[in-house]
């Protein structure tokens, strides 16, 4: 379990240091602060579904929320 939590920061470790110099560089703040909020929800739910923290599929649990949105605007 230790090795699976240390490969998935290693991997999102790896696409931050490739992604974010160049926003930064390009002086991109918006881009950096909403690619940093979707990097930390990954690696938020991926450390939480490898340890076992979260045992359904967070489609599942986002599912019925999406599933009301649809309706309130008419999609479904």
């Given amino acids: 379990m230790i090795a699976s939590v240390l490969g998935i920061v290693l991997v999102y470790g790896a696409i931050v ?3 974010a110099p160049g926003l930064i560089k390009r002086k ?3 881009e950096l602060a ?3 909020l979707v ?3 990954g ?3 991926g ?3 490898v340890t076992g923290i979260l045992y359904k599929c967070w489609v599942d649990l986002v599912g019925p929320v999406g599933k ?3 309706h309130l605007i008419g999609l479904i």
């Fill in 47 to 49: 450390i939480t579904r």
């Fill in 34 to 36: 909403v690619f940093m």
């Fill in 28 to 30: 991109l703040w918006r």
């Fill in 17 to 19: 240091y490739y992604e």
């Fill in 68 to 70: 009301s949105i649809s």
């Fill in 39 to 41: 990097v930390a929800a």
């Fill in 43 to 45: 690696l938020t739910l």
